[in-house]
């Protein structure tokens, strides 16, 4: 079992900037992927950044260029540094940590968070 703790939403101003943190403990020997999701309000939860072992990332298109995700693999801690936010960037963001089997791109088993919410409003 992996245990999974996300920190750092509140509420933000429109062009604001936010930093998300998750640490991980527990069997944490064989994950290989980290990532950032999220569901928006009437909306399908949503990859908004993933990095793995290897240190590849990923970004949805709506996030590219003002989000980075980040990694410190000694505390198993991964961050996601939000900038310029927008009300569209409102939802609940959810940690996740995957095995993933990179020959086939399928995932053998993943942990989840409980999520901290984000909201961006004036």
Do not use: H
Request: glycine letters at 14%; proline letters at 2%; hydrophobic letters at 30%.
């Amino acid at each position: 079992q992996v245990q999974l703790v996300e920190s750092g939403g509140t509420l933000v101003q429109p062009g604001g900037s936010l930093r998300l943190s998750c640490a991980a403990s527990g069997s944490i020997a064989s994950i290989n992927v980290m990532g950032w999701y999220r569901q928006g309000p009437g909306k399908q939860r949503e990859l908004v950044a993933e990095l793995s072992s290897g240190g590849t990332t990923t970004y949805a298109d709506s996030v590219k260029g003002r989000f980075t995700i980040s990694g410190y693999s000694g505390k198993n801690t991964v961050y996601l540094q939000m900038n310029s936010l927008k009300p569209e960037d409102t939802a609940v963001y959810y940690c996740n940590a995957q095995k993933r089997i990179t020959i086939l791109g399928s995932v053998a088993y993943q942990y989840w968070g409980q999520g901290t919410q984000v909201t961006v409003s004036s």
